[in-house]
């Protein structure tokens, strides 16, 4: 054989070898679990990607209409979850920390603009907005120390003791749902008045410079409870929390028989928050 | 070597006087942001990345900029950059300090920044900033210490520094690669989710990195003997015009795929940047001014250039740098951070303006890197004069 066919076939097998292993080396610098283009079976609830083989994946149904038919039951949602999870309230916007809010349907859903002849219904609505708890976050994707990462439940989690505050994960969530404390949530404002008006000894008040947003309640589920939020609309039904991935599931039923909808689902985040307006 | 930073004019010394104590105010800035949280900036829970992170972007190009005169010195053996191109490596090495001290600046929690290396996340484009940036600095450290000090002894550079000069071009690159990556891997902006923003942030970091560098040789041939030489100045007016004139090619098709796509995610932060976004009864605009003036001096400056190598004039030559260079910061150093942050997630607005501390810090920050500089030239120029003498 001479050397330049030797080279050659070096050369090629060498390509063959690379063109192998380059996929699957670009996959796993994108997070593990979602994989890139799944569009098979698993386009249920919402086409989102394979499912967790540990089984569970957390999920919720937000029954818009209810919430229009209980004026302040949204509110209450809110100030519960912030009561029991310590959230600061600095009384301005630039410092905003909030883990849930409502909020008005052109800002929550800014790209649907096919209900053009409806929009004052739609923007009298009450949209309770969070934490999506992507199946393809990328906001995990971006953090540089794993401080938010993805439990085994679906659930994106924090943790405050390990987050530098380089607000990577604010400017890649495409929900606007993550909060930075700008300032010491432990402090008292110019009057006196403690940011955090009755502190939660339960559940651990943040420091200075880190970021925070919705958890989805996982201490409670730790313990087998539901989210505060679905807790206080649980008369109402217009909050079903449950296991998208268990068919049998209160929110899987819903799902199957209801039209729902999710935010930006052009994004490929796979949120597993739905909505019913 | 390093002691001939510690001999110099009175020039010299009211110059770094001057820069020590921006760098103590700016210090004292930072002492109030370090207790008090980074609330004390202008920055806000829509707009989270402010001054601090567009100039760590904009630096970040100042030293890719390096690789203009060390490609063609060292790959192409093109001699007339022989005395020019220690200064390029050792602008990298203080641009890349200062874009450290930016990302440190903009930390909640600097004191945790190495938990990026306790934790490594291969998955996080800002582990990979953090690896090229540093080595980028350490490779700069290294070539331009070791070739410098041969020249000292007056001694070829010894052949093992090779390997390094050659790992340090296309370190170059990646630096402001990865530096894109971390804007352009983003699903939810679309001012920034463009294939195109690489290839953007090299074109004009290898304008606005050569420009500022010719603005400093120029200064250097006024105050001290020490001249780059016209072959070499000449050679970079090339670079740079082109370099500018593919920055502006890049801007053409990102105008081009937003407005003719009509997309109007695409089209949002255009119109914010460059006509006002009108949403609701206001019209926000703040950054207009800038914008449209980045593109006058952008292109003002490119036609300068040629005019100031066609008549030779070194005056010229200066103020089409500088303009060229006040363009791309303008582009990079304010808008394309900002930018991206308009309108929010949930199409809402918020504008952004620095507050007095933050901006006390960021001139501390450009001190601190001047400082630096001006004492790798100093050992530079002394040790190249020297041995000319």
Same mark, same amino acid.
């Given at each position: 054989m001479d050397s330049k066919r030797r080279d050659f076939l070096k050369i090629a097998g060498l390509t063959a070898i690379a063109g192998i292993?380059?996929?699957?080396?670009?996959?796993? @610098? @994108?997070? =593990?679990?979602?994989?890139?283009?799944?569009?098979?079976e698993a386009a249920a609830a919402g086409a989102h990607g394979a499912a967790a083989p540990t089984g569970k994946r957390w999920g919720m149904v937000i029954d818009v209409k209810k919430f229009a038919e209980n004026p302040g039951l949204a509110e209450k949602c809110v100030s519960t979850c912030h009561a029991i999870h310590n959230v600061p309230d600095f009384g301005n916007k630039k410092d905003e920390i909030k883990w849930i809010w409502v909020d008005s349907f052109k800002h929550v859903f800014p790209d649907d603009s096919s209900h053009y002849k409806q929009p004052e219904a739609l923007d009298s609505l009450p949209i309770l907005t969070l934490c999506n708890h992507c199946d393809n976050p990328p906001c995990v994707r971006a953090c540089p120390t794993q401080a938010t990462f993805k439990t085994k439940d679906g659930v994106i989690a924090m943790d405050y003791h390990r987050c530098i505050g380089c607000r990577f994960c604010m400017a890649a969530c495409p929900y606007g749902a993550r909060s930075f404390n700008w300032r010491d949530p432990r402090g008292k404002n110019a009057n006196g008045q403690p940011f955090i008006k009755a502190e939660n000894p339960k559940f651990p008040t943040r420091m200075r410079g880190v970021v925070e947003k919705c958890n989805f309640c996982v201490e409670r589920l730790a313990?087998?409870?539901?989210?505060?939020?679905?807790?206080?609309?649980?008369?109402?039904?217009?909050?079903?929390?449950?296991?998208?991935n268990d068919p049998a599931s209160e929110v899987s039923q819903v799902l199957k028989t209801t039209f729902t909808i999710q935010r930006k689902p052009s994004a490929g985040t796979h949120p597993s928050l739905f909505y019913i307006i | 070597m390093i002691e001939k930073a510690l001999k110099g004019s009175t020039g010299y010394w009211v110059w770094m006087l001057f820069l020590l104590s921006i760098m103590g105010v700016g210090?004292?800035?930072?002492v109030q942001q370090f207790n008090y949280g980074l609330g004390i900036t202008g920055m806000s829970r829509d707009v989270t990345w402010g001054v601090y992170i567009s100039q760590f972007t904009f630096l970040v190009g100042v030293a890719a900029g390096g690789l203009m005169l060390v490609l063609p010195y060292y790959i192409h053996n093109y001699k007339a950059?022989?005395?020019?191109?220690?200064?390029?490596?050792?602008?990298?090495?203080?641009?890349?300090?200062?874009?450290?001290?930016?990302?440190?600046?903009?930390?909640?929690?600097?004191?945790r920044a190495m938990n990026v290396l306790l934790h490594p996340t291969p998955h996080s484009m800002l582990f990979w900033d953090m690896i090229v940036l540093n080595g980028y600095l350490v490779l700069n450290i290294l070539c331009g210490w070791v070739v410098l000090q041969s020249e000292y002894k007056g001694i070829k550079y010894p052949k093992w520094i090779k390997p390094f000069i050659y790992l340090s071009i296309p370190w170059a690159i990646s630096i402001h690669t990865v530096t894109a990556f971390l804007y352009c891997g983003l699903p939810g902006r679309h001012f920034w989710l463009?294939?195109? @923003?690489?290839?953007?942030? @090299?074109?004009?970091?290898?304008?606005?990195?050569?420009?500022l560098l010719m603005?400093?040789?120029?200064?250097?041939?006024?105050?001290?003997?020490?001249?780059? =030489?016209?072959?070499?100045?000449?050679?970079?007016?090339?670079?740079? =015009?082109?370099?500018a004139m593919l920055n502006f090619f890049f801007l053409g098709c990102e105008f081009f795929v937003a407005y003719y796509s009509q997309f109007p995610g695409h089209m949002h932060t255009l119109d914010y940047l460059f006509w006002g976004l009108g949403h609701g009864d206001q019209v926000y605009n703040n950054l207009v001014p800038f914008m449209r003036a980045s593109v006058v001096m952008g292109l003002a400056g490119i036609a300068l250039i040629f005019v100031s190598r066609a008549k030779q004039s070194d005056g010229l030559l200066v103020v089409s740098c500088l303009l060229i260079f006040f363009a791309f910061w303008i582009d990079k150093g304010l808008g394309l951070v900002l930018g991206g942050f308009v309108p929010n997630m949930m199409d809402q607005v918020t504008e952004y303006y620095p507050s007095a501390q933050e901006l006390g810090i960021t001139a501390a920050i450009w001190a601190t890197g001047f400082f630096i500089l001006s004492i790798l030239y100093k050992v530079a120029i002394s040790v190249k004069l020297e041995k000319e003498a």
């Amino acid at each position: 054989m001479d050397s330049k066919r030797r080279d050659f076939l070096k050369i090629a097998g060498l390509t063959a070898i690379a063109g192998i292993a380059a996929p699957s080396a670009f996959n796993s @610098l @994108l997070k =593990g679990e979602a994989v890139a283009s799944e569009h098979g079976e698993a386009a249920a609830a919402g086409a989102h990607g394979a499912a967790a083989p540990t089984g569970k994946r957390w999920g919720m149904v937000i029954d818009v209409k209810k919430f229009a038919e209980n004026p302040g039951l949204a509110e209450k949602c809110v100030s519960t979850c912030h009561a029991i999870h310590n959230v600061p309230d600095f009384g301005n916007k630039k410092d905003e920390i909030k883990w849930i809010w409502v909020d008005s349907f052109k800002h929550v859903f800014p790209d649907d603009s096919s209900h053009y002849k409806q929009p004052e219904a739609l923007d009298s609505l009450p949209i309770l907005t969070l934490c999506n708890h992507c199946d393809n976050p990328p906001c995990v994707r971006a953090c540089p120390t794993q401080a938010t990462f993805k439990t085994k439940d679906g659930v994106i989690a924090m943790d405050y003791h390990r987050c530098i505050g380089c607000r990577f994960c604010m400017a890649a969530c495409p929900y606007g749902a993550r909060s930075f404390n700008w300032r010491d949530p432990r402090g008292k404002n110019a009057n006196g008045q403690p940011f955090i008006k009755a502190e939660n000894p339960k559940f651990p008040t943040r420091m200075r410079g880190v970021v925070e947003k919705c958890n989805f309640c996982v201490e409670r589920l730790a313990i087998g409870q539901i989210p505060a939020c679905v807790e206080v609309a649980a008369q109402t039904k217009a909050l079903v929390f449950g296991d998208l991935n268990d068919p049998a599931s209160e929110v899987s039923q819903v799902l199957k028989t209801t039209f729902t909808i999710q935010r930006k689902p052009s994004a490929g985040t796979h949120p597993s928050l739905f909505y019913i307006i | 070597m390093i002691e001939k930073a510690l001999k110099g004019s009175t020039g010299y010394w009211v110059w770094m006087l001057f820069l020590l104590s921006i760098m103590g105010v700016g210090g004292l800035c930072y002492v109030q942001q370090f207790n008090y949280g980074l609330g004390i900036t202008g920055m806000s829970r829509d707009v989270t990345w402010g001054v601090y992170i567009s100039q760590f972007t904009f630096l970040v190009g100042v030293a890719a900029g390096g690789l203009m005169l060390v490609l063609p010195y060292y790959i192409h053996n093109y001699k007339a950059f022989g005395r020019i191109v220690i200064l390029g490596e050792f602008m990298a090495i203080a641009a890349i300090a200062m874009c450290l001290m930016f990302i440190i600046a903009d930390l909640g929690q600097p004191m945790r920044a190495m938990n990026v290396l306790l934790h490594p996340t291969p998955h996080s484009m800002l582990f990979w900033d953090m690896i090229v940036l540093n080595g980028y600095l350490v490779l700069n450290i290294l070539c331009g210490w070791v070739v410098l000090q041969s020249e000292y002894k007056g001694i070829k550079y010894p052949k093992w520094i090779k390997p390094f000069i050659y790992l340090s071009i296309p370190w170059a690159i990646s630096i402001h690669t990865v530096t894109a990556f971390l804007y352009c891997g983003l699903p939810g902006r679309h001012f920034w989710l463009t294939a195109i @923003l690489a290839p953007r942030f @090299l074109a004009s970091a290898f304008a606005a990195g050569p420009a500022l560098l010719m603005v400093i040789a120029m200064i250097l041939k006024r105050t001290t003997k020490f001249d780059v =030489g016209r072959e070499a100045q000449d050679k970079l007016v090339t670079i740079i =015009g082109y370099a500018a004139m593919l920055n502006f090619f890049f801007l053409g098709c990102e105008f081009f795929v937003a407005y003719y796509s009509q997309f109007p995610g695409h089209m949002h932060t255009l119109d914010y940047l460059f006509w006002g976004l009108g949403h609701g009864d206001q019209v926000y605009n703040n950054l207009v001014p800038f914008m449209r003036a980045s593109v006058v001096m952008g292109l003002a400056g490119i036609a300068l250039i040629f005019v100031s190598r066609a008549k030779q004039s070194d005056g010229l030559l200066v103020v089409s740098c500088l303009l060229i260079f006040f363009a791309f910061w303008i582009d990079k150093g304010l808008g394309l951070v900002l930018g991206g942050f308009v309108p929010n997630m949930m199409d809402q607005v918020t504008e952004y303006y620095p507050s007095a501390q933050e901006l006390g810090i960021t001139a501390a920050i450009w001190a601190t890197g001047f400082f630096i500089l001006s004492i790798l030239y100093k050992v530079a120029i002394s040790v190249k004069l020297e041995k000319e003498a």
